[in-house]
C-alpha cells in the first residue's frame, strides 16, 4: 500500500511541479491540497478542537502558498516542511484558545464572607 502511494505521488513530487507551485501556479497548488490536505487535516485534528480544524488547514495552506520560496529541496522533502509548519501553526492555535482548565479563580467578593444565606 505505502509504495503505490509513493509511486502515484512521484510524478507530483518533481522538480517541475515543484517549479509550479513556486510560480504560484494554480492548478499545482489544487494538486497539493487534493494531495495533502487529508492527511495535514489529521494531524490537524488532534491538535485543535474539531471546529476549528477546517480554518487552521486554511491558514496553513494560505502559509504554505505565500512563503513557498522557503521550502529549500535538499535539505527536507515537502511533506516534512509542510509537517513542521503544520505543527507550528497548530501549536499557535491552540495556545490562542482559552483553556478551561487554567481559566484564573477569582477571589470570592467581600459579600460572600460576610452572608450567612
Given at each position: 500500500m505505502y509504495v503505490s502511494q509513493?509511486?502515484?505521488l512521484a510524478p507530483y513530487l518533481s522538480t517541475a511541479f515543484l517549479q509550479f507551485l513556486a510560480q504560484k501556479e494554480v492548478?499545482?497548488?489544487?494538486?497539493l491540497y487534493d494531495l495533502y490536505a487529508p492527511s495535514l487535516y489529521g494531524i490537524i485534528i488532534?491538535?485543535?478542537?474539531?471546529?476549528q480544524a477546517e480554518d487552521v488547514l486554511a491558514v496553513i495552506f494560505l502559509y504554505l502558498y505565500d512563503n513557498f520560496d522557503l521550502y529549500i529541496?535538499?535539505?527536507?522533502?515537502?511533506?516534512?516542511w509542510m509537517y513542521k509548519i503544520t505543527l507550528t501553526i497548530c501549536d499557535e492555535a491552540a495556545s490562542a484558545i482559552p483553556d478551561?482548565?487554567?481559566?484564573p479563580v477569582l477571589p470570592p467578593t467581600e459579600r460572600s464572607y460576610f452572608s450567612l444565606a
Open positions: 509513493t509511486y502515484t492548478s499545482a497548488w489544487d494538486k488532534k491538535k485543535v478542537p474539531a471546529g529541496g535538499e535539505k527536507e522533502r515537502l511533506f516534512t478551561e482548565r487554567s481559566t
